[in-house]
């Protein structure tokens, strides 16, 4: 089958990859990953959270982060918000310093709903409407993270069916794209397939993004899978870093480095530069004491080092 000849990365390091690191994260050292990765020709990139620091400390310096980051044009840059609490902090700063587009964010399962957003599907879409509507209404762009589309680490499998539900759920307070995400990193091509069939249903294949967590070692070929369907957008963390605080057990997601290095050997576009891609992961990862989590990364800097 014919595959995109290009693909949209959006980077979730700075969010998705450091809201899970126990040790602080200075703000700077935050701004300073969102620097590399946009020099390093990413176009869109997941900021930070506007969630309750209480849940989630390190992402406790939002604010401070978002005025920090001397902006790119032509970069797209996005946070969390899952209530109007969290939008309207996003929207406190000058308009200049406003998120290009927000990510509301739900679950595929119940169970994974209670435990990270402290509500049941039905009503975290209740919380999201007013959400999407202010932001809209602002001309702020909204996507929809999906969570949990083919496991969950409290209720096992999840139903395509269920993600179909959700897409239908998020499309229906105007939500205007989504990410079919593998919280967990258990998926399989033909399960990650399934869930992008349910949601392609629901949504044009621009608007539907895979965001994979490599648990499981599968992220790469299940964004493959997702490609043979003709998806173009996906998430990944710079240096492989990452997880949800309340999918204990699951590690980062899939490292861009790897993505890159997979794209490019395809001849499919990116316009990322893996070399300084490479050196953005490295720098994240020196601050906080560790090696990239990137296999392609590690390959090119020991050939490198030569
Ligand atoms: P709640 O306790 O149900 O909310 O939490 P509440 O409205 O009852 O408020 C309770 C307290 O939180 C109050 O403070 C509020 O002011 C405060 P108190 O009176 O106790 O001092 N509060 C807030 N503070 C700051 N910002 C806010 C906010 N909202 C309420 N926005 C809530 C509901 C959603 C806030 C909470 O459950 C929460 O913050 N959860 C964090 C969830 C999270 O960030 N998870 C990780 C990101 S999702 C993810 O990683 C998955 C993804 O990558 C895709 C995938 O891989 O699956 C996207
Ligand atoms: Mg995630």
């Known amino acids: 089958m014919k595959l995109p000849t290009k693909v949209q990365l959006i980077d979730v ?20 990953l969102v620097h590399r990765l946009q020099e390093a020709g990413l176009t869109e990139i997941e900021v930070t959270s506007f969630v309750s620091p209480k849940w989630v400390p390190q992402m406790g310096d939002n604010a401070e982060v978002m005025h920090g980051i001397a902006r790119k044009p032509g970069v797209r840059y996005s946070v969390l918000t899952p209530n109007m609490k969290g939008f309207e902090a996003a929207i ?39 959400v999407v509507a202010a932001a809209r209404e602002k001309g702020i762009a909204v996507r929809g993270a999906m969570s949990c589309t083919v496991g969950c680490p409290y209720e096992g499998d999840i ?27 258990v998926g399989t091509p033909r399960k990650v397939q399934a ?15 895979g965001h994979f967590h490599d648990t499981y070692g599968q992220a790469l070929v299940n964004t493959l899978a997702a490609l043979e369907l003709g998806v173009w957008n996906f998430q990944s963390s710079s240096a ?13 997601n899939v490292a861009t480095e790897d993505v890159v290095y997979m794209l490019h050997g395809m001849g499919i576009a990116t316009g990322i530069d893996l070399d300084r891609l490479i050196d953005a992961g490295v720098y994240i990862s020196q601050a906080l004491g560790r090696e990239p989590n990137s296999r392609a990364s590690k390959a090119i800097r020991t050939k490198r080092a030569g």
């Open 240 to 252: 492989g870093l990452g997880g949800c605080p309340y999918a204990k057990g699951a590690t980062g």
């Open 195 to 209: 869930a992008m069939e349910a949601t392609l249903a629901h949504y044009d294949v621009e608007a539907v993004s």
């Open 159 to 185: 139903a395509p069916e269920a993600v179909g539900r959700l897409a239908g759920l998020m499309k229906g307070i105007g939500v205007q794209r989504v990410d079919v995400a593998d919280t967990i990193g």
């Open 13 to 32: 390091g700075p969010r998705d990859g450091l809201q899970n690191e126990k040790q602080p994260v200075s703000a700077e050292v935050k701004i300073g």
């Open 92 to 130: 406190a700063a000058p308009r200049e310093e406003w998120p290009d587009e927000i990510v509301v964010f739900g679950a595929a399962s119940e169970a994974f709903s209670q435990k990270n957003i402290n509500c049941s599907i039905a009503e975290s879409i209740e919380r999201f409407a007013p």
